[in-house]
């Protein structure tokens, strides 16, 4: 009798463990389909967010203006945005673009002209001698340069190529997220309470201090070092289209990357200087080297005003961040992985030391149970 019991309950559970595996694996398809429909979505919507959640301060601030007109305080702020960001990206992405195809049809053509090195390159440290001769070759015979230089320039010219190929949709990228920050901040309570209400019910009751803790960590980082990497780009890069420098974007956006990975833009600047030394008037090339100075050491009293707004979060991960996300994802990987690995330690730290985060961002330990 003991037997037919024990069996009888053998078979039950053996019917009900293959019941929730069907479940399981029924919902874990119907999550990966979701998934994949909602993939090209993710990274416009990861954007948005961020998006929304730095420029929520000054939402809320253009609402209280507004008489409390949450929308119509959205679609200003959205133009705003638009306008600011938008307009250089696309100016700077059209005139990559157009260099790096202007200059393909010139080497086709066999009518691209280099200037001479100007004097005293050839007494450069470690680089000078090399530089030196591979730049007059250059100027005086381009196919022997290409020719000879062949194998180290091709990754360089892929990659030129690659970066001005999506130039144009990281501008159409920026501008959906710009377009749906624009609608969730339209709905900021609506998205809030969502936020709350999830974090609630996967961190228990100090969810709602955590979204806070979440905001200020990428208020934090989106302002204190990317919106100063943007700032850099976009001036130089500016700058740059006004004295006429080929490929303005391509070299604004290696200013960019160099900006969030924590590198002075100098190490793009500098050389671009003695470029518009040798082709633009003394006067011209004078002012742009005072101007190319001053977009160099402008971070020194951007950051501080920036970074004191939110949650300190240590350099490395930023850097590590960035070069990860960029790894994953390219330039839009860059903005992305960093604020995302900072999001990460910022929660990993507060959930490690037992600590629950205020509503400005600080951490402060969780209460001793009685």
Not at 206 to 218: L, N, P, R
Not at 339 to 344: C, E, I
Request: charged share 10%; aromatic share 8%; hydrophobic share 60%.
């Amino acid at each position: 009798m003991t037997h037919s019991v024990k069996a009888e309950e053998d078979r039950a559970f053996v019917n009900r463990a293959v019941e929730a595996a069907i479940r399981i694996g029924l919902l874990a398809g119907i999550t990966l389909w979701c998934f994949y429909i909602v993939k090209p979505f993710v990274m416009p919507v990861l954007w948005a967010i961020i998006f929304a959640v730095a420029l929520f301060p000054i939402f809320r601030w253009l609402k209280s203006k507004l008489g409390g007109r949450g929308g119509l305080a959205a679609t200003v702020l959205t133009l705003v945005a638009l306008g600011i960001l938008i307009v250089p990206i696309v100016m700077l992405s059209t005139s990559t673009i157009g260099s790096v195809q202007a200059m393909t049809k010139e080497i086709e053509a066999g009518t691209l002209a280099v200037p001479p090195p100007p004097e005293g390159v050839a007494e450069w440290p470690v680089v000078g001698e090399r530089l030196s001769v591979a730049w007059t070759l250059a100027a005086d015979n381009l196919q022997d340069f290409l020719s000879r230089y062949r194998e180290q320039l091709l990754p360089i010219w892929g990659w030129m190529a690659a970066q001005a190929a999506g130039a144009g949709a990281a501008a159409l990228l920026f501008l959906l997220a710009i377009l749906i920050a624009g609608l969730l901040m339209a709905k900021a309570d609506g998205a809030v309470a969502a936020a709350n209400s999830l974090a609630t019910r996967i961190a228990g009751e100090d969810g709602a201090a955590k979204v806070s803790m979440a905001g200020a960590t990428i208020r934090s980082v989106v302002q204190g070092v990317l919106g100063v990497a943007v700032i850099q780009s976009l001036a130089a890069g500016i700058g740059m289209l006004v004295v006429g420098v080929p490929g303005a974007g391509l070299w604004a956006g290696l200013i960019l990357i160099l900006a969030v990975v924590q590198l002075p833009p100098i190490f793009v600047m500098g050389p671009v200087i003695l470029y518009v030394f040798t082709s633009a008037s003394t006067g011209t090339a004078v002012l742009f080297l005072i101007f190319g100075l001053i977009v160099s050491v402008s971070d020194t009293f951007l950051k501080p005003l920036f970074l004191g707004r939110g949650v300190a979060v240590p350099m490395p991960v930023i850097l590590i961040g960035a070069i990860g996300g960029m790894m994953m994802s390219g330039v839009v990987g860059l903005f992305a992985g960093a604020v995302v690995l900072a999001l990460g330690y910022q929660l990993t730290i507060a959930w490690v030391q037992g600590e629950a985060p205020t509503v400005d961002g600080s951490v402060e330990p969780e209460p001793t149970p009685a």
